[in-house]
């Protein structure tokens, strides 16, 4: 089955640097990738997500790459705020799957 | 406004009974999953269906059960027979894998 592991469990920046979160999955047959953000005590919310078509898709100060051959994927947080804190989830899935496979999670914290 | 409700939002049982936890959704949406979330940990698949009378274990479905009668609703069933019940549970569904899921507030079981 399909694996997922995401790089750093934990991760602080100053607010307005950068973020990154990596995540690297196994089945090349995986085709959608969604990332979610889960606020304390509240259910994870999806912020991207992109299909194995794309390289690379935007959204405001977010963004996502992914690169097929280095089955690998990256949530991109620019100019972060203190609001951006949470923990991010990456997931890997296809059709045929019937389930995502999750992440471990990334705790980022920003210092305002 | 469509959305997916879970609930209670906390719930309290004693050892050795069994609890119910419910979840709707009036998205449309045909698959639904549950997961288990311990304090700082990720997300865990308990049991997820893609259609109406029919679902399929997860990574942890042992001293679980669920049902699946009706597309909206999803509930499950934390039986005596899991070993350390107390969680988050949050619930979420999907138009179809493959894409992104919509995931309810959450569910916190405490067993005393």
């Known amino acids: 089955g399909e694996n997922v592991e995401q790089h750093p469990s934990t991760l602080s920046v100053q607010e307005g640097d950068s973020a990154v979160i990596k995540c690297t999955y196994s089945?090349?047959?995986?085709?959608?990738f969604p990332w979610y953000k889960q606020e304390l005590g509240k259910g994870p919310q999806l912020i991207i997500d992109?299909?194995?078509?794309?390289g690379e898709k935007k959204d405001q100060r977010i963004a996502v790459t992914l690169n097929k051959t280095a089955k690998h994927f990256s949530l991109h947080i620019t100019e972060t705020q203190p609001e951006d804190s949470a923990v991010y989830f990456c997931?890997?899935?296809?059709?045929?799957?019937?389930?995502?496979?999750f992440g471990d999670g990334t705790t980022l914290t920003v210092k305002p | 406004d469509g959305g997916i409700t879970q609930s209670p939002k906390y719930l309290f049982r004693k050892e050795g009974q069994n609890v119910t936890l419910s979840c709707e959704q009036n998205?449309?949406?045909?698959?639904m999953y549950w997961y288990r979330q311990d304090p700082g940990q990720g997300l865990r698949l308990i049991y997820y269906?893609?259609?109406?009378?029919?679902?399929q274990k997860g990574d942890i479905a042992e001293g679980y059960s669920v049902s699946r009668e009706k597309k909206e609703s999803f509930p499950l069933t934390v039986t005596s027979a899991q070993k350390n019940p107390t969680a988050f549970y949050l619930c979420?569904?999907?138009?179809?894998?493959?894409?992104?899921?919509?995931f309810g507030s959450g569910t916190r079981l405490t067993v005393v």
């Open positions: 979420a569904s999907s138009f179809q894998e493959g894409t992104g899921y919509t």
């Open positions: 997931a890997a899935s296809n059709t045929n799957a019937g389930k995502s496979t």
């Open positions: 089945d090349s047959a995986s085709n959608y």
């Open positions: 998205l449309n949406h045909d698959a």
């Open positions: 269906s893609q259609i109406v009378n029919d679902f």
């Open positions: 992109i299909r194995s078509n794309v």
